[in-house]
């Protein structure tokens, strides 16, 4: 096993470097919005990942933090007529902001209860985006303008766009992969593997998952702040629990734990909305629940882990 | 400095009208092997869980080095020095044995919150944390996941995790609870070396081992302490004798 891990390790960055290079010539081979759609969604699912697979926490309101921080980035720009990186980085923030709040509320409890907790406290976000004015009710947030990126690179060229968001998502995935592997992130598995010995080794265990949670809620609103721009609205169905839901199922189908899974995930599902949208209409609800209970009763590592593991057998014999 | 790291007065815990640990003054004096005995659920290991703030005591007062700590975050007295171990193998157990010590080692480093610093930072540990797993002889086990060790060497490893804190007092729950006999001359060798400069408290069933190794002894039946002083002394006591009538545990001693 441990033979194995260190090859995966070694094959990382040849893995990185090649996905990177994918991801600088995509644009030319797909439609870019939908490109931009996946890379959004699977940032988000990444940051789902970091607290559920590496922390051990289920939250289920992770889309308070990629819709209000829609809701913020499309009102700075729109409204207060702000560059768009500043609007990410004001949706980012607030995104943050919340998750500490959240986090310090719910991580008093575990389990099903923590899950709850999260579940009722983004509801009240969702409620408030509905009710408020600013915030455009049942419409959401329309006509957000693109803008111009440091107030020069003209975002309305699909292609600029798309590379921010490229580049979105590389900074994004970075700060994960390296809070995973940190002196910080040793910790957090050490509290996953076994809670009461690392508090008797002295770690306040509340405080890493404090600061796991806020992480993953940054990052999560990283994504949604980032949507907003590529779509120029902010709409309802981010901060709807269905969102929540939906980046559990991403990150269980790609792979819950692994680095890459939630990317596959997001992908999987993102690319399978869109095909099937024009062609069954709402049993695309239908299709994505059956895929849900397969993955759950059939490859429950997911995509990417049902292949890690494939390797490793293999490498064995 | 007084002649007693560890010091209750009065600890009481009761659970909705039953009392699991009623009025106990325990002295543990300073360099002592100190075990802890009594039949099954005599409140053993809940006074454990009040000693290492698992539980919040219901009355009474702890003192630690001098120091009150009956109200303090367990992981706080922790850092004070005052260190446990669990009665079902606390390890990491996905984590490499290397990787557990270094769990240990790694608060002093002040990083541990550093999300953005490289895992590589902590190398500078494995020096360090090779020395510990050579004094509990798992050198060769290093790069182990430790879920594939032996039973008996997880006990070791656990031990070694602790050491690595430290700590002026360290406390065991059964020690050598689930071993062979074997494993159990290793263990109780271990725990005496580990004792040179420091206090050991112990939860123990295995008589023979208290025996051979602990110099003061408190028996605990129903929550209350019933007899306290040297194996010698409390062998003896009727009323301990007593106490264990029915069960198998004063047998073991001779085994």
């Known amino acids: ?317 | 400095m007084s002649e007693f790291i560890l010091e209750t007065t009065g600890l009481t815990k009761e659970f909705k009208g039953f009392v699991a640990v009623s009025n106990v003054d325990l002295k543990v004096r300073r360099g002592d092997i100190h075990a802890l005995i009594g039949p099954n659920g005599a409140g053993k290991t809940t006074v454990f869980n009040l000693l290492t703030k698992f539980l919040p005591p219901t009355s009474g007062r702890i003192m630690f080095d001098g120091q009150d700590i009956t109200h303090e975050a367990p992981a706080a007295t922790a850092r004070r020095g005052l260190v446990r171990s669990f009665q079902i193998s606390a390890t990491f157990p996905h984590l490499t044995v290397m990787e557990n010590v270094r769990i240990g080692l790694q608060r002093k480093l002040g990083t541990a919150f550093h999300f953005w610093r490289s895992k590589k930072s902590l190398d500078m540990l494995n020096g360090e944390a090779m020395a510990l797993l050579d004094a509990v002889d798992l050198t060769q086990f290093a790069d182990t996941v430790t879920a594939e060790m032996p039973y008996g060497r997880k006990r070791a490893l656990e031990i070694a995790t602790t050491l690595a804190l430290d700590p002026p007092m360290m406390l065991l729950d059964e020690p050598t609870q689930g071993m062979g006999n074997e494993d159990i001359g290793r263990v109780v060798e271990l725990i005496r070396k580990v004792s040179a400069q420091r206090t050991i408290l112990m939860v123990e069933h295995n008589l023979s081992v208290v025996a051979h190794l602990c110099n003061r002894i408190t028996v605990l039946t129903r929550g209350s302490v019933l007899a306290e002083g040297s194996y010698a002394e409390v062998s003896k006591n009727p009323k301990v004798l007593e106490a264990y009538v029915g069960s198998d545990d004063m047998n073991d001693a001779h085994h």
């Open chain 1, 1 to 317: 096993m441990t033979n194995n891990d260190s090859m995966f390790a070694r094959a990382m960055p040849a893995l990185m470097t090649g996905l990177f290079v994918l991801g600088l010539v995509a644009p030319f081979m797909m439609y870019p919005t939908f490109l931009m759609k996946m890379l959004c969604f699977g940032l988000f699912a990444c940051a789902f990942n970091l607290l559920l697979g590496f922390a051990g926490l289920l939250s289920f309101g992770h889309a308070a933090f990629l819709g209000s921080a829609g809701y913020i980035c499309g009102m700075l720009v729109r409204d207060l007529g702000v560059t768009p990186e500043l609007g990410i980085l004001g949706g980012t923030l607030a995104a943050g902001a919340l998750g500490w709040v959240f986090g310090v509320l719910a991580i008093r409890r575990t389990g099903i209860y923590f899950a709850m907790i999260t579940l009722a406290l983004s509801q009240m976000v969702y409620f408030i985006v509905l009710q408020w004015k600013a915030t455009g009710g049942e419409d959401g947030l329309q006509g957000v303008p693109r803008g111009h990126l440091f107030g020069v690179i003209d975002l309305s060229n699909n292609l600029a766009m798309y590379y921010l968001v490229f580049a979105v998502f590389c900074i994004g995935f970075f700060i994960i992969h390296r809070a995973i592997h940190s002196p910080f992130g040793e910790i957090l598995k050490a509290i996953r593997e076994n809670e009461p010995r690392a508090v008797s080794l002295g770690y306040d265990v509340a405080k890493f998952k404090l600061l796991a949670f806020v992480i993953s809620a940054s990052l999560a609103g990283m994504a949604g702040a980032t949507k907003t721009l590529v779509f120029q609205l902010a709409s309802l169905t981010d901060v709807h629990w269905h969102m929540s839901g939906e980046v559990v199922l991403m990150t269980l189908l790609g792979g819950l734990g692994t680095i890459f899974g939630p990317l596959v995930g997001a992908s999987v599902i993102v690319a399978l909305q869109s095909e099937l949208a024009d062609k069954v209409g709402s049993w695309v609800t239908v299709i994505m629940g059956v895929i849900f209970v397969l993955c759950v009763l059939l490859f429950r590592r997911g995509i990417v882990g049902e292949l890690q593991a494939l390797i490793r057998r293999s490498g064995v014999n």
